[in-house]
């Protein structure tokens, strides 16, 4: 019998806000421990909690590129828990009416199942509003020390529904996920540092059954390759299980890196009731139109219809659209270069290579990136010419990235402009024919390979500068004659 996994997924992104959600204490990650706390933040008693603006904002930002239907009127209702990074003794969230319900985005999902692209729309369950808990951090010697301060700052948790039919499909969703929020501005997407945490809701039924099997929850899949391989691992094991006509439990289970497995943290019998109730200090969040209207012109081109156009407009493949789009503002660089020297492919060849490189290498952003789009422009208009050669062209780059140069700037500078006069050129490659004349022989008693060794050296000799079309022609020339 094949059986099909049926996956979901729990996203928490914590909100690009400067303040918290409830007060008015920094949001700004890496302060001394405790630092940035208040006594509303501390769960003082008798400290009351006044709603960001900001983090509705960002929340509504994000459910109307979701594609969800908003709630206009929102309420926040406690979720109460014991925990010790949780001074409050409850979370503020929402229960039964949250900032927005029943989204849909559709993905191409493009190389994943044999090369063919495929569409496929995933469903979102809810997106709603609540306040972070605070960090515990277990010392070496056995000590647990809290750290308070992302007590309060904002996170929208974003809840799909059960529409992932493999790792790939979850996998794609959470990226895409991790894209619009980028757009948005609302999130940063730092899985490392938790302000992107997912969790993944797993089953296994036969294939073509209608119903769910009993799930399990993985908690904190804090990289992409931990949640395809946590996701793989509990799809196997879940198959395995059940094949041999055992039962799955109904519990929560922990990426193990070490082990390379997903182990049970705890089980069905120590859910926890969290007994939601109204939060009693804050006021519905009413959404008035004027302000909807504000919002949603603030959103930008999504990323998946961004791709889709740069492949229509630019004439791009799907790899070099999907990477292009990574972030809004490679995609306006690569924009912004098109439009100064309308050759959208070979800037896309440049922007995915040589310069992701140096970014990388530099650990710097596309929005500090020393080559401007402008002279990024340039530098392909002049291979276009034939004032540079390509090979030329990567060196004039790397040295565009060092110094903020213009192209134009480099070439003339450093004496770089490719050699395209056939006196010039005739001279060198005579000088070289000279020099190697066992080769010359050998070349007209057949060994015709050594082409390759003669354009060799006249490319050495002129330090690669070179037009290698005219070089082969002149060689040809003088190769095939006396
Ligand atoms: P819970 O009551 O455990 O919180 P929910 O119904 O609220 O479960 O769903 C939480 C997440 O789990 C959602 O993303 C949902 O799509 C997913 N989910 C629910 N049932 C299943 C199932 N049988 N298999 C896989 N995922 C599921
Ligand atoms: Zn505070
Ligand atoms: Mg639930």
Known sequence: MEFEPVIGLEVHAQLLTKSKIFCSCSTKYGAAPNSNTCPVC??????????NREAVAMAVKASLALGCRLNLKSIFARKNYFYPDLPKGYQISQYDCPVAEDGEVELE?????????????FRINRLH???DAGKSIHVPGGDTRVNLNRTGVPLAEIVTEADFRSSNEAYAFLSY??????YLEVCDGNMDEGSLRCDANISVRPLG?????TKTEIKNLNSFRFLRKALDYEIERQIGAVRKGKRIEQETRLWDEASQ?????RSKEEAHDYRYFPEPDLLPVVIPEEWLDELRNEIPELPEARKQRFIAQFGLDKESALLLTQSRAFADYFEEAVSHCRRPVAISNWMSGDLTRDLKRDNLDIRECPVSPENLAELVKLVDKGTISGKIAKDVFSKMFESGDEPGQIVSREGLKQISSADQLTEIV?????ANSDKVTAYRNGKLGLIGFFVGQVMRETKGQANPKLVNQLLGE????E
């Open 42 to 51: 501390l769960g003082l008693p008798g400290a009351l909690p006044v709603l």
């Open 109 to 121: 999902l493009s190389g994943l199942e044999n090369g063919i692209s495929k569409f496929k729309k």
């Open 129 to 131: 509003l609540e306040d």
């Open 177 to 182: 996920l991790r894209r619009v929020l980028l």
């Open 209 to 213: 059954d209608s119903t769910f099997g």
């Open 261 to 265: 497995t997903t182990m049970t943290m």
């Open 430 to 434: 005579t000088a070289v024919l000279e």
């Open 478 to 481: 003088r190769l095939g004659s």
